[in-house]
């Protein structure tokens, strides 16, 4: 089997690469007798769908990650030393991922490893912004200030994550709850009321025969019907797990009227609080672009700044980049531009961000006050014409009597 390794040499560099083993524990070992320090070790290969589906719960979510960083940075600040840190920090965590992932950051910490290095063993739930925010600070002895930063920074993106989420749970539990009354009318109402019409004789509307097409056929096939779908949802879930499914979701994101254009936001304002916070964290500039593009949680945009870095190597300027790039607005290059020509980038990107948090949220906010009178106007009519398929046929048969 193939597996992908992340290692660190004796001197110090990152390597990465692919090494062939029977199993993890010959890769290891393998990656060991070259003298390498193995940082992360994966197999190349992509896991089955339902692997993911338990590593979905296994996860360590974005709020847990914060409230971590948050205590890491208020124990350090209160000058308890890193080892009792991590052992309060073991003790008051929750998370039983995150709590066993504390624990080999202390063991490691404890064999003589750097902070940063034992938080690079987890790149699942450290990004490598994360790490080399970590790794700066360490260099520079502003550790607590370091982490701090890094809370209020991760607290934004739960805020903003989370005001997005709320806008779209109201139309979505509507538009849900009007298909299980569409369900349970189709299914147990219309199924006996087709005796009484049909021995009356009463035409049929169009609408009330495909109900009762729609009822007859889930009460006689409603396990075809439920494997059919679960097969379905699972070759969906697989799909998107996929690059090409993300690249896919990422594209029909941008392209969705209303949303499209709150998404493209959400992208810049992370991009210029990653960027920023990496600049002021010591590292140049095309690191911190490279490093932001895998922050971003758009494989497009990664794709994007991907290229942005690759042109800052080769000395282009980041505002010249950005304009010839249509996913990033105008006023981006433009501010990025000025903050160019007066060395303050890093004051420029927070202003960047400051403004497009306000347009998200102002977004958000009229998305709510659009959706619930549109949701009302066409639930409503779906509503109507959903009794108008039972009073019509009952209006005929009173008349035939």
Do not use: C
Request: charged content about 20%; cysteine-free.
């Amino acid at each position: 089997m193939k597996y992908f390794y992340k290692a660190r040499t004796k001197e110090g560099e990152i390597q990465v690469g692919d090494v062939e083993a029977a199993n993890k524990e010959m890769a290891l070992s393998i990656l060991l007798s070259h003298g390498l320090f193995v940082l992360s070790l994966e197999l190349t290969e992509r896991p089955h769908f339902y692997s993911r589906i338990l590593n979905f719960f296994k996860r360590v979510k974005v709020t847990d990650l914060m409230i971590f960083t948050r205590q890491f940075s208020t124990l350090l600040g209160a000058q308890v030393s890193l080892g009792d840190s991590l052992k309060n920090l073991f003790e008051q965590t929750t998370n039983p991922v995150l709590k066993e992932i504390v624990s080999d950051i202390a063991s490691d910490i404890e064999s003589g490893l750097s902070l940063s290095q034992a938080l690079e063993r987890h790149p699942k739930v450290f990004s490598d912004f994360f790490v080399n925010m970590v790794k700066s600070a360490e260099v520079s002895g502003r550790l607590a200030e370091t982490l701090e930063f890094l809370a209020d920074y991760l607290e934004k993106q739960v805020l903003l994550t989370s005001k997005v989420r709320n806008a779209l749970i109201y139309p979505a539990f509507i538009v849900g709850l009007f298909f299980v009354v569409l369900l349970i009318m189709s299914v147990v109402v219309f199924p006996q009321l087709k005796p009484v019409f049909e021995e009356a004789g009463v035409a049929l509307p169009f609408f009330t025969r495909l109900l009762l097409g729609i009822g007859s056929f889930l009460v006689n096939w409603w396990f075809l019907v439920f494997i059919i779908f679960i097969v379905f949802v699972v070759i969906i879930f697989d799909y998107f797990q996929t690059q090409e499914g993300k690249a896919v979701l990422d594209e029909l994101k941008l392209r969705l009227p209303l949303f499209g254009s709150l998404f493209q936001k959400i992208y810049v304002v992370r991009f210029a609080d990653s960027v920023r916070v990496l600049i002021q964290g010591g590292l140049t500039l095309p690191q911190a672009v490279e490093i932001s593009s895998h922050t971003i949680g758009s494989l497009l945009y990664q794709e994007l700044l991907h290229e942005a870095a690759e042109g800052l190597k080769k000395g282009q300027q980041l505002s010249q980049i950005l304009a010839q790039m249509p996913r990033f607005p105008l006023l981006v290059s433009q501010l990025v531009a000025i903050g160019e020509s007066t060395g303050r980038l890093d004051a420029l990107l927070g202003r960047i961000s400051n403004f497009y948090t306000r347009e998200v949220e102002a977004v958000v906010n009229n998305l709510v006050e659009l959706i619930q009178p549109i949701l009302m106007v066409v639930i409503g009519l779906a509503i109507g014409l959903l009794f108008a398929s039972i009073l019509l046929p009952l209006y005929s048969l009173i008349n035939s009597v």
